[in-house]
């Protein structure tokens, strides 16, 4: 097998521990007792500070360095559609607003 | 498991929704240089939406084995809210039964099927599991298909990377319904950024999503205490 097709393989198999023990633990070890009221709270910033940690890298950086210039269509479009995308928070209207901008700088400005 | 035309009738607007989110994530999938079986097989094994999407931004990235594994186990805690709250009704039946009723909760099948327990007396666990595990095969079918199509149409990269973070946007907002959660989530991105200087194998999204959420919640359990006492 190539070293490509592994490495998707190893992901999937990542992809498997880590949803799997997340769905199986409270049937299994909890047997339904209730979580700890901290964790909630915990939890509740978890999927916000994911993805402000994946978007943000994406469009600040590119080529491993911060870029401000307009050549950095992917900054330029996210900052014009976020307004948009946090008034509606859709994601439709994200995907929409999101490829609109970002064809506008890349092939208008 | 117990396939009707009731359940059917409850998983249509899921299965609408995982066929487009599916065929979106195999078109991203193809460009992550997947193929339409490991999709497919990616797809019914970890049955996971947003982590899915995560995972092939990681691919594209060249992230390591850990931090994919770790990141996807953080976007997967949420399951262990909705495991707890499934319990009651699944707790009578065969292991085998219950772990394979476990691996078909996602966000949608988990609300539908929470709700038809508590609204329909005739509501069982055949019948949930079948509402969980029907919806997996339309969102693999649909990926392998995106993932199949998207060889063919050969879109521009760049754009198909960019509707990736604009796909992440859309999800994100759906978090920010709070004033701390939308500093919590720039706080987080910042760090990102910064950490992304500084630690290898691209654990810069795991290590600030741990940092600040814990802070989060150490500031807002705090809170919580002065304000009871």
Not at chain 2, 207 to 221: F, G, N
Request: glycine share 6%.
């Amino acid at each position: 097998m190539e070293n490509e097709s592994l490495y998707i393989y190893g992901a999937t198999l990542m992809m498997v521990l880590g949803t799997f023990s997340c769905r199986e633990l409270p049937l299994l070890l909890l047997r339904g007792r209730k979580l700890p009221d901290w964790f909630s709270i915990w939890l509740k910033y978890i999927p916000t500070a994911i993805f402000g940690a994946i978007i943000f890298p994406d469009i600040f950086l590119k080529d491993n360095a911060l870029n401000f210039s307009l050549e950095n269509y992917s900054l330029w479009a996210t900052l014009c559609a976020f307004p948009i995308v946090y008034k509606t928070r859709s994601l439709p209207m994200a995907l929409i607003a999101g490829t609109i901008f970002f064809c506008i700088f890349k092939y208008v400005i | 498991m117990h396939f009707n035309k009731k359940v059917i009738q409850r998983a249509m607007p899921i299965y609408v929704g995982y066929l487009f989110l599916g065929l979106a994530c195999g078109i991203l999938g193809q460009q992550a240089h997947i193929s339409p079986m490991e999709a497919f097989i990616m797809s019914i094994l970890a049955y996971s939406g947003s982590g899915q999407f995560i995972c092939i931004a990681m691919l594209m990235d060249q992230a390591s084995l850990f931090s994919i594994l770790v990141t996807n186990f953080m976007v997967s805690l949420r399951y262990m809210f909705f495991s707890t709250a499934m319990y009651p009704h699944i707790r009578h039946c065969s292991l085998p039964y219950s772990i394979a009723f476990g691996q078909n909760i996602t966000d949608e099948t988990f609300a539908v099927n929470i709700d038809s327990f508590t609204k329909d007396k005739d509501w069982d666990v055949h019948q949930g599991l079948a509402l969980g595990f029907s919806p997996c095969l339309v969102w693999a079918c649909a990926n392998f298909i995106g993932c199949t199509a998207a060889a063919w149409l050969n879109p521009p990269t760049e754009l198909v990377s960019y509707i990736l973070v604009a796909m992440f946007l859309g999800i994100w907002s759906n978090y920010l319904h709070e004033n701390e959660l939308l500093v919590a989530g720039i706080t987080g991105g910042i760090l990102s950024v910064i950490l992304s200087f500084i630690v290898p194998f691209k654990l810069h999204i795991v290590l600030s999503t741990l940092i600040v959420s814990a802070i989060a919640c150490w500031l807002e359990v705090r809170y919580l205490k002065q304000k009871a006492g």
